[in-house]
Structures are given as structure tokens and as C-alpha cells.
């Protein structure tokens, strides 16, 4: 089962919880086009410069999935590992620093980062699948 960050799904991922059927592989997933929309928001209506940089490289992971899109599922995760893996992690550094100096302030910057601050796991996963 999948789901993503929508909040009605969190029960699905709490540990412990009966009836949501203990023993089903559960896999939170986030998506990349989620966090770019809140970067986008932030450099629209804010002007923020950090979140043009955002969108910057998160479109280098874009271009990325563009030039493999016909390959098969195989292929696309080893290119994933080799490539794409260094630039998620590199991102996901800067991010952290970048919402560390933006946290107390209220405004689409903040939420941006936070999305991905919390849906770290989600959108880099240790064990990508083959898709």
C-alpha cells in the first residue's frame, strides 16, 4: 500500500495501530512535484531568491527522469542511484540549512522547506523501487 502526505493517511504509517492491517507493506511516498509547487508559490508571490534555487535543482532531477522516461524500470533505478541519489542527498543538506534560518518566520518560504524537512524519508527512500 502507498499514500502519500495527506494527513488523512497518517494513520495508515502510526506503529502499533490495530486494524489498519499490521502485517501489509506500507510505503509512504511524497512527491517531487509537490515540493516544487510550494517552491514555486514562494518565488511567484514572494520573490524569494532561495526558492528560485530550490525550483533550480529540483529541475535537474526533472531533466534527469525526462532523458530515462523510456527506459525500463531496471535501468531507471541504478540510473537513479548513480545519478540522481548525490543530488537528492546534496539538496536535502541544503534544504535542512535553508529552513533551519527561515523556521520562525510565517510564509510560503517556511512551508516549502518544511515540506521537505517532513517528507524527507518519503521522497529519498533508502530502498528506491524499480519505478
Known sequence: MQADAKSVYDILFRTGDKGVGDDAERQEVAWWSHARRGFYEAAITSKEKVARE???RIHKLSELEHRWSG???SKRKDLRNEFSR???EQFMGWAQD???RVKERRGLLRSAFGYIVRQR???CPR???AA
Open 54 to 56: 530550490a525550483l533550480f
Open 86 to 88: 548525490p543530488i537528492v
Open 127 to 129: 530502498d528506491r523501487s
Open 121 to 123: 524519508e518519503a521522497l
Open 98 to 100: 535553508q529552513y533551519d
Open 71 to 73: 527506459l525500463p524500470p
